[in-house]
């Protein structure tokens, strides 16, 4: 959450603002602005003080408030950056849950690969040892990267990751415009289509990060290892576990439960040296 303000202005923003109201429908707003309102509306009750202007599609929200109330203003913001917090640890529905029907699987065949459409987005809540908090992923475009297609997904304001169209391969991941971690080649994908329980395949790949000036060889398997049923607050899902793990020590990198009724994972579990990251899918809306 990125709050706004115009110091100077008080009570009004020069220009033409949209402001998000009860009256708007939740179907005629982006995932980031449904988070953003939602903070939104806990919030504007406890600090009258701060006055709405708009929200942005991705999520940023705009106020003015009184020039002579600055800690109207901090004690509101603090009470926004919390209220991402708590969205991030809730297990509660956030969001309206969207109906999606799953295509049909074939019996021998698998699960095909889906095909994600400009403007498919999904929101997730994040829960780590070092915080939590929620993001939003967005295909914002379809965009030629080293001579094969990739899907552009935006997160926030800046952040956009690139994924080959032909097999869901990451590629590149950027912020601001600049290049912070590339795969070379692309071969990291952690999931296969078509995908079939008890489908493993193997991948190796170098991992760099040019702000860091670092690279890593890494060397994954993964495997489709059994379908469950998942219930996470977008809704309940029928899944395929996938689970990847590192080939040099054996040791689990990473699981996710992918629902081809959304076309995306709806549960993912990290874990690191500081503690396990838990993703859960809060809510989606597809073209």
């Known amino acids: 959450m990125t709050a706004r303000i115009r110091p100077g202005i008080t009570w009004f923003l020069l220009g033409v603002a949209i402001v998000l109201g009860q009256g708007c429908g939740s179907t005629q707003r982006t995932l980031a602005q449904d ?4 903070r939104w509306s806990q919030c504007s009750l406890r600090h009258a003080g701060v006055s709405l202007s708009r929200i942005d599609p991705d999520g940023r929200v705009w106020v003015t408030y009184g020039g002579d109330d600055r800690l109207g203003f901090n004690a509101w913001n603090e009470c926004m950056l919390q209220a991402a917090v708590e969205q991030g640890r809730t297990s509660t529905p956030i969001l309206p849950r ?12 698998g699960l095909p690969a889906p095909r994600w459409n400009i403007g498919d987005e999904w929101a997730f809540r994040y829960e780590r040892p070092s915080g939590a908090g929620t993001f939003v992923w967005t295909v914002a ?28 391969a990451f590629t590149r991941e950027m912020v601001e415009g600049k290049v912070i971690r590339v795969s070379r080649p ?3 994908r952690w999931v296969d289509f078509p995908l079939t329980v008890g489908k493993s395949w193997e991948m190796k790949w170098t991992d760099e990060r040019p702000p860091d000036r670092q690279t890593e060889e890494i060397e994954r398997r993964c495997v489709a290892e059994s379908p469950e049923t998942v219930t996470v607050p977008a809704g309940t899902f029928e899944t395929i576990r996938v689970a990847c793990y ?6 689990r990198t990473l699981t996710f439960w992918y629902a081809p009724a959304v076309r995306q994972f709806v549960r993912g ?10 993703r859960e899918m809060i809510g989606h809306k597809l073209r």
């Not at 969207?98 to 065949?109: G, Q, T």
């Not at 997904?153 to 032909?166: C, L, N, P």
């Not at 579990?269 to 838990?278: C, I, M, T």
């Open 186 to 188: 692309s071969q990291w």
């Open 246 to 251: 590192n080939v040099r020590d054996g040791a």
């Open 269 to 278: 579990e990290f874990p690191s040296a500081s503690g396990l990251e838990l």
């Open 35 to 38: 988070l953003a309102w939602e």
């Open 98 to 109: 969207a109906v999606a029907m799953a295509p049909p699987v074939p019996a021998d065949a």
């Open 141 to 168: 475009r379809i965009e030629p990267l080293e001579g094969d297609p990739h899907y552009v997904i935006k997160s926030g304001t800046s952040r956009e990751i690139f994924y080959r169209v032909a097999d869901f």
